[in-house]
């Protein structure tokens, strides 16, 4: 029987027991894993959602997601640094078919 230890989840703060080996590697954060799902959505998604689009209107003058779409009627494409590539939909996707063999 392995050691176990109690700990608290830090989503829903109840109280679980955990396995002491895995408290000390500094897992066992959370009760569940749909616990751990949530909380890393939280703050990895919504919240790198909401820095890149930040990103973006730095990069392109204050333009955001948005403001392109309604420009350009596409779904507009950004790079890594939030800098304005184009669109998808219409004649750029049909270019980038054309291209698709030399990949
Ligand atoms: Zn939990």
Same mark, same amino acid.
């Given at each position: &029987?392995?050691?176990?230890?109690? =700990?608290?989840?830090?989503?829903? !703060? !109840?109280?679980? &027991?955990?396995?002491?080996?895995?408290?000390? =590697? #500094?897992?066992?954060?959370?009760?569940? !894993?749909?616990?751990?799902?949530?909380? $890393?959505?939280? =703050?990895?998604? $919504?919240?790198?959602?909401? !820095?890149?689009?930040?990103?973006? =209107?730095?990069?392109? #003058?204050?333009? #955001?997601?948005?403001?392109?779409?309604?420009?350009?009627?596409?779904?507009?494409?950004?790079?890594?640094?939030?800098?304005? $590539?184009?669109? &998808? #939909?219409?004649?750029?996707?049909?270019?980038?078919? $054309?291209?698709?063999?030399?990949?």
């Amino acid at each position: &029987m392995a050691h176990m230890t109690e =700990r608290k989840c830090k989503h829903r !703060k !109840k109280l679980f &027991m955990a396995r002491t080996a895995d408290v000390n =590697r #500094g897992w066992a954060k959370f009760c569940s !894993k749909s616990c751990k799902a949530i909380k $890393q959505e939280q =703050r990895t998604g $919504q919240h790198a959602d909401f !820095k890149f689009r930040q990103q973006i =209107r730095d990069a392109n #003058g204050g333009m #955001g997601p948005a403001d392109f779409q309604r420009e350009y009627g596409g779904t507009p494409v950004f790079n890594r640094n939030g800098e304005y $590539q184009g669109f &998808m #939909g219409g004649g750029f996707d049909n270019t980038l078919n $054309q291209n698709h063999g030399e990949n």
